[in-house]
């Protein structure tokens, strides 16, 4: 029988979690009887192929309209929207489980639907180290989940040193949100690389065929999104067009990572120091990610189809290498575990009432203490 395995944590210098994690070997072993008694594959689900299709024909369809009929601006603005909204869903869900290797149990179909945040603007190899080594490893832990760390500009840990401006972060982030993608394809991969750095972490550059993938990613991605269009329309329509699609694309990108994490349910553990000069967490790896992390909209069939699952993001931290279309069922026998280990499982009802979690965490972490 093939059996669930969550990622190996890794461990940063000094810092490791409580050894011995009775309740994620409880989990994986009600997981397992689930897909035993099911029948059901943990990857490689039709569903997700029909899902691929749909979203790339999504993509495709609505680039080609802004390539060769929209003319308007009424109908060129809307159709950036669709097609910002198409990239996001792209990362949400092909990319999302394929850099989880959640797609298939085939190496080189993972890698290829990986491949498709390349295409997007950004950096599978970046990304793997980001997402699923740091952020994984060490959700909303100061200093070694970098997807906390918005720089200056916002305040999202209570870890985190408060400026004056910060209490206005309520109002201006929500607005910066949508500036993600476009510092992400103009500074942030490039920048990384550079310095061999994410945050706080030290990585390897990219050599060999990663970085043959790196600079023939931003080739295709800059060619996909300026030089083809500049060929039929004016520079600053291709601009234009661009702009519009980025931002809708950072804003919904960022509220969703927001909901999971950086909301009054979600706890922020600090490390203690242990008696060997290091630091470590005071509970095991799997009971953090549930700590740390908040489910919602659980009942809506549009967004768990529209963002691959991670409005179950408990349920993703757990078990990342699953396929995303599992995790409604996952999510009751997780919230049944949960409950028998006196562990809270957090979830907002729905998207709305998560929103307006994350903006009294805002207003809170901009508040002086």
Request: glycine share 8%.
């Amino acid at each position: 029988m093939q059996t669930t395995q969550s990622p190996r944590p890794i461990s940063a210098p000094g810092l490791k979690y409580t050894a011995g994690d009775r309740f994620i070997q409880e989990l994986r072993q009600r997981a397992d009887a689930y897909f035993e008694r099911t029948g059901r594959r943990r990857r490689d689900c039709p569903a997700m192929y029909v899902k691929t299709a749909t979203i790339l024909a999504w993509f495709l369809s609505a680039y080609l309209a802004l390539l060769f009929v929209a003319t308007a601006w009424w109908t060129v603005v809307p159709l950036a929207i669709v097609l910002g909204v198409s990239v996001a869903a792209i990362g949400f869900n092909i990319q999302h489980d394929g850099g989880h290797k959640a797609y298939s149990d085939r190496r080189w179909v993972n890698r290829l639907m990986a491949l498709t945040l390349d295409m997007m603007g950004g950096s599978s190899y970046l990304w793997n180290w980001k997402h699923n080594s740091f952020h994984h490893t060490y959700p909303n832990i100061d200093g070694h989940d970098d997807d906390i760390n918005v720089g200056a500009l916002g305040r999202l840990s209570p870890q985190q040193k408060r400026y004056w401006f910060h209490r206005f972060q309520g109002i201006y982030l929500w607005l910066l949100y949508g500036f993600l993608a476009i510092k992400w394809h103009f500074v942030d991969d490039f920048y990384n690389v550079i310095v061999g750095r994410i945050g706080e972490h030290a990585i390897p550059r990219p050599r060999g065929w990663d970085l043959v993938i790196f600079i023939a990613g931003k080739a295709v991605f800059f060619s996909i999104a300026f030089v083809i269009p500049m060929l039929l329309h004016p520079a600053w329509a291709v601009v234009s067009v661009y702009a519009i699609a980025a931002f809708v694309s950072g804003v919904v990108l960022s509220v969703v990572f927001q909901l999971a994490h950086c909301v009054a349910e979600a706890e922020f553990p600090v490390p203690v120091d242990d008696e060997k000069g290091g630091q470590r967490m005071q509970t095991g790896w799997a009971v953090h990610q549930v700590q740390t992390t908040v489910d919602f909209a659980r009942g809506s069939r549009v967004l768990c189809w529209f963002l691959g699952g991670l409005n179950f993001q408990v349920e993703h931290h757990l078990f990342p290498r699953i396929c995303h279309v599992h995790y409604p069922a996952l999510s009751r026998l997780v919230e049944d575990t949960c409950r028998e280990f006196g562990i809270r499982y957090s979830a907002h009802r729905t998207i709305w009432s998560a929103i307006a979690s994350h903006q009294r965490w805002l207003v809170r972490m901009g508040r002086a203490a």
